[in-house]
């Protein structure tokens, strides 16, 4: 992520009152932490270790700053509808490679088309089939 666009973020959620500096850790600490989390698919630990806090401390920073985005989703998401059919386009990342399009093949992408790497225990498997 381009880190215009991070400080922008950040900014937006200053000013929405959703994300605040706290005498521990800045706004932009916080989203770090739960960027790093999301996108190397960290453990807690490892996040603890990195960022020299305690688990209590990492898992309410994620917490809060994940409930933030989905706060601030609707504004800067959009949802496929009858009259909105320029949404409907699939990332050739995932049309050309036959690991990701049979299972992608009607699936939006997230942003900058990232997929998030997700692990499912085997008992827990068969509810998660489409």
Do not use: W
Request: net charge positive.
């Amino acid at each position: 992520m381009p880190l215009a666009v991070f400080i922008l973020i950040c900014n937006h959620m200053r000013k929405k009152n959703l994300l605040n500096d706290t005498p521990y850790t800045t706004v932009e600490h916080q989203m770090h932490i739960f960027l790093y989390i999301t996108t190397t698919g960290a453990s807690n630990q490892a996040a603890q270790e990195r960022f020299q806090h305690s688990p209590e401390s990492i898992r309410r920073i994620f917490k809060t700053v994940l409930q933030a985005i989905n706060t601030i989703a609707p504004e800067f998401m959009q949802t496929p509808t009858p009259n909105n059919t320029n949404l409907d386009l699939i990332l050739p990342e995932i049309q050309q490679n036959r690991k990701f399009f049979p299972f992608f093949q009607n699936c939006l992408a997230a942003i900058d088309g990232l997929l998030i790497p997700v692990y499912i225990a085997q008992k827990d498997a068969p509810a998660h089939r489409t």
